[in-house]
Every structure is written in structure tokens, then in C-alpha cells.
């Protein structure tokens, strides 16, 4: 295949995959029909019937581009989390603001610490501008916070990714454990805190927002995409200093966020009861799918998100088997990358029509292992 000579030597050096294969692609490949979508972490509730309304009032506007300072979302988040606008900055969801985040601090060869087999789209940035990847292993399937922090002293690292509630596992460790941590970290390390499933984890969970708004090197990234019911609008947001957000405006996309998504994403903002209800569907949903497990001989991890890991009690192989099987049904679940976290599957929450899809699928694709 013909290509561009003068390509980068990184650009040359890297390899040719993407993070996740999409259901759609997964659809195109195999011809096969996906009937229950429960593998992509998306919302199959929805989002509010508020924000559906609020879409179609300003759908007409989408020829307009977005205000490029993203100011009334900026204000709604300030005053909804109670701190200021400018210690919020808007990207196009949380991968977006990743990659924006590593282009803010990372210099070729520079040390970035994160944990083995947690979420491989910051790898995937992270890789794509030249660091030294160092990673650690779980522990009892939790990011292991005493291992990632002794790593990040002994690398000297620029950068280091902890997600909480985590994504694939489901884990979660308390606040005050990750005020700790980030407390701990040289000032020359730079902490992403990944909090794209902190509506649906316990409260106790999530640090206050005042309990680390000061720290100039912790950015706390959140997302519309989750509970909200929003992935398809793209809208995510960071928090942190005022100073360390204003350099975001160095590089980010000025015109980048969709004029529609933020419309969709002010209105989800105001609709906290709805948000509510979710919640509890998804609690319910990952109830659901742990009995479903446990019916057909199979262990749910405990989770805080709105996705559910389950031990398939083997390696590997034997998840990969029950991925495949399942889609031969119609049922799209997805599975963690690498051992021995990839003896799990991991399969998102959703309504029940979709559930009782899996509840069918499942025995008879174990069965034929």
C-alpha cells in the first residue's frame, strides 16, 4: 500500500490499531446483527426526555458553530459542582482531553506511569507522542495505588493515569485513599484522575471538589457520555487549577465542541432527577446481570460503574470464547485486554429487553465451550 514518504519516525514506529473495535465494525466484519448493545459502556436508557426536547428546540441552530469559550456550560459546571468556570475546561469527551492533556506535558521519552490493563485509549495517546510507557500490575483486581506511586517516584514520571471507579474492573477505591495518593506524588508528576463513572459509584468514592481544586497537578476528568446517556454528543470536561486549565487554550480544538452536544449536555446538567432514575437502573441492571452470572455458574465482581466484570473461571481463551459466542446471538460485550484481568468479560448495564437477551444467550453459549 502507498503512502506518504516523510511521515515521522514515531508515526513509522507505531503500529496501525485502534483502542476498541466498534459494534458497528464488529457488525460489518462478521455480518451479524447486534440485538443487545451492553458492550461499549454507553447508556441504553437514554437520556432524558428533557434534553430530547431541548435537541429538537435547537436542532435548527446546528449551522451556527459553538461558542468557541464554551461559556454557559463552563458556568452550569461551576455552579453545580460549587467551584469556578475557570477551573473547568470543555473537550470533546474525556479521550479527546486525554490526548490534549499528554500533548500539555509530554516530551519524547518522557515516563508515563499507569496501571497494567486499565483504560487502553490513554496508552494509546500517551504512546502516540513518544513517552516511556511503565505500567503495574492490578492487585485483587484494583489499580494498585502503592505501586503505581512507587513507580512514579522511581521512573522520575511526568504523567500518571488513575481512573476511579475503574474501567475494566468495575473497582473503586475510597477518597480519602486518593487524596492520599495524590498528595504523595512529586509536584513534577502530573495525576489524571479519570471519573468517568463518578455518578454511578458510591459517594464515598468520589473526593470532594475542594479536597484537591488547589493541587496544580491533579486534572480530574468527567464525561456526559455515562449516566447522562450522551457518548454520541461527544462532551466531556476537566477540572483543575485555573492556571493548569488555562493551557488548555494553547491546544485544544477552539471550535471543536458540536453546538447540539452542548445543548444536550446543559440540559442533562438541569435534569438531576433523571439522572437519579438512571442510577438506579443501572444499580438494578448490575444487579440483574451478577444473578445472571451467578445462574449460570460464573462470579460478578463488585463494580461501581454501569458495567459488570464476570470470572468466567478461566484464561483468557475461555472469555475470548464466551465474547464470540455471545455475538453469534446478537449480544455485544467486550473483554479486558491482558492477563489475568482478560479472564473476566465485561458486559454494560442496560434495559431489560437487552438483558433477557444475555439471560438466554449465555447457558447455551456456555454449553457449546
Known amino acids: 500500500m502507498s503512502a506518504f514518504s516523510r511521515f515521522t519516525p514515531l508515526i513509522r514506529a507505531l503500529p496501525s490499531t485502534v483502542p476498541f473495535v466498534g459494534p458497528e465494525a ?10 443487545a448493545r451492553i458492550g461499549a459502556n454507553e447508556s441504553g436508557f437514554g437520556p432524558a426526555p428533557s434534553v430530547l426536547a431541548a435537541i429538537r428546540e435547537r436542532a435548527g441552530e446546528t449551522w451556527k458553530y459553538n461558542d468557541p469559550e464554551n461559556y454557559d456550560l463552563k458556568q452550569a459546571l461551576a455552579a453545580h459542582l460549587g467551584i469556578r468556570a475557570d477551573n473547568i475546561a470543555i473537550g470533546e469527551g474525556i479521550d479527546s482531553l486525554l490526548g490534549l492533556i499528554v500533548r500539555l506535558v509530554i516530551d519524547p521519552g518522557s515516563v508515563v506511569v499507569t496501571s497494567f490493563g486499565a483504560y487502553p485509549t ?7 507522542f513518544g513517552c516511556r510507557l511503565v505500567t503495574v500490575p492490578y492487585a485483587g483486581d484494583r489499580e494498585d495505588l502503592n505501586a503505581l506511586l512507587d513507580a512514579v517516584k522511581r521512573e522520575d514520571a511526568t504523567l500518571v493515569y488513575f481512573a476511579n471507579p475503574d474501567n475494566p474492573m468495575g473497582s473503586w477505591w475510597e477518597a480519602d485513599d486518593i487524596v492520599a495518593f495524590a498528595r504523595a506524588l512529586p509536584e513534577t508528576c502530573l495525576m489524571i484522575l479519570d471519573e468517568a463513572y463518578c455518578e454511578t459509584g458510591p459517594a464515598s468514592a468520589m473526593p470532594s471538589m475542594q479536597a484537591l481544586i488547589e493541587q496544580p497537578n491533579v486534572i480530574r476528568t468527567r464525561t456526559f457520555s455515562k449516566a447522562y446517556g450522551l457518548a454520541g454528543s461527544r462532551v466531556g470536561y476537566a477540572i483543575g487549577t485555573p492556571g493548569t486549565m488555562q493551557a488548555f487554550d494553547k491546544i485544544r ?19 438531576q432527577a ?34 459488570v466484570a ?20 446478537g449480544v455485544f460485550i467486550r473483554m479486558p485486554g491482558v492477563a489475568p484481568l482478560n479472564r473476566c468479560i465485561r458486559i454494560s448495564v442496560g434495559p431489560d429487553h437487552d438483558l433477557d437477551l ?3 444467550a449465555l447457558p447455551q453459549v456456555l454449553k457449546a465451550l
Do not use: W
Open 274 to 307: 433523571y439522572l437519579h432514575a438512571v442510577v438506579g437502573k443501572i444499580k438494578r441492571a448490575r444487579e440483574r446481570i451478577a444473578a445472571i452470572a451467578a445462574d449460570n455458574g460464573l462470579l460478578a465482581l463488585p463494580s461501581a460503574t454501569n458495567f
Open 310 to 329: 464476570i470470572d468466567c473461571g478461566g484464561d483468557g481463551v475461555r472469555a475470548r470464547a464466551v465474547v464470540d459466542g455471545l455475538m453469534q446471538h
Open 26 to 35: 464488529i457488525e460489518r466484519q462478521r455480518n451479524l446483527p447486534v440485538k
Open 358 to 360: 444475555l439471560a438466554e
Open 253 to 271: 480544538h477552539h471550535f471543536g465542541m458540536n453546538r447540539i452536544g452542548m445543548v444536550a449536555a446543559q440540559a442533562a446538567l438541569a435534569d
Open 122 to 128: 490513554f496508552n494509546f495517546h500517551a504512546n502516540g
